[in-house]
């Protein structure tokens, strides 16, 4: 259930970043309306770095083998590694 979570989180804070940035970009906030929003996104945006860098560490963590970190071909479709690695 926390992978879950932790993935509802992300894509909240994803959300309210990009609204921010709508509604600084339409010109109807004011000077501190605007540096209000600016610190708010430059927070969500940390938060949304630290956990692709969390991600990407745990994936690192996965595919690590022997003590050697191995690549495999990865299948955007299906979402996982493909079937031909190692060949």
Known sequence: ????????????????LETLVQQMES???SLEESLKAFEQGIKLTRSCQKALTD???????????????TTEPF?????????????
């Open 27 to 29: 010109g109807d906030m």
């Open 55 to 69: 991600a990407e560490q745990k994936v690192q963590k996965l595919l690590e083998q022997n003590g050697e970190l």
């Open 1 to 16: 259930m926390s992978k879950n979570t932790e993935s509802f989180a992300f894509e909240q804070s994803l959300a309210e």
């Open 75 to 87: 299948d955007a479709e299906g979402g996982e590694p493909s079937a031909d690695r190692g060949q």
